[in-house]
């Protein structure tokens, strides 16, 4: 009988985790919605990373002889009140929102997951603590809690990240928190505790990792929604400031042309909503996925 700690034991135990994700990634392969979804998102990240490359014009030359002009063979999605080319500023738009999308999660989930697992896992003070911050950042709409933090760090890039990052830190700490409340009290969990294990081995090789599911999918999820707020920053004109362009800000730059000129806004709006969309979607198709009780039905 191999010892506790050998190879072939840790091997034993590690089968069951690996036959866990080739079974949740068998199940998300068959989802034909989700791997559409995932394929457009592919395409998008690729676009915007070879922006220079792809975009036929430079994004923020004005070429006033051409103001306004129509979708046509030389501007595929016509020109704005600059001449500017509208499929060019929706490309590099392209990098603007994704990286503010993820850079805004990834800072969200890692304060959000930090102060869920000390919260659920520790409970008492420092659980009444963490949850009263989450109730009055929650007290605040998105958009209004965004607002106010880029009023007062300024308008740029980083500083609308940071913004829209902190609007997402309470939804990561909520569905962290409680589902550490659960895991917590696991069998497994209270054996490590009699065998005396620490409690960051305890929280970081045991607690996260079975927490990991909902934070995936939250952040699929999640990464929708700051994209969404980020260009309703833009619109509002507290988002990347001019000429750097961003799918909201561009829109914006439309706005006043709706009845004459409807592509300078149309185009970067279908932007928008194809890649919201195909989040949602491979959102929903992650969820499905890992989740066990959905996957055996």
Known sequence: MPDATSPAADARFSRPAESAFRAAMR???KNRVAVISGVVLLLLVAIALLAPLVAPFEPNRPDLGNRLQPPSAEHWFGTDHY???ILSRTIWGARVSLLVGVGAVALG???GIFL????GYFGGRIDAAVSRLVDILLAFPLLLLALTLI????SNLINVIIATGVSTIPQFARVVRSSVLAIREQEYIQANRALGAYNPRIIFSHVLPNAAAPIIVMSTLYTATVIILEA???FLGF???PPNPSWGSIVNDGRGYLQNASWVSIYPSIAITVTVLALNLLGDGLRDALDPKIRSM
Do not use: E, K, S
């Open 27 to 29: 199940t998300l392969l």
């Open 116 to 119: 869920g697992l000390m919260a």
């Open 232 to 234: 309703n920053l833009g």
């Open 83 to 85: 001449g500017r080319d």
């Open 239 to 241: 988002g990347v400031q």
């Open 151 to 154: 009023a007062i760090l300024g």
């Open 109 to 111: 989930a890692f304060c």
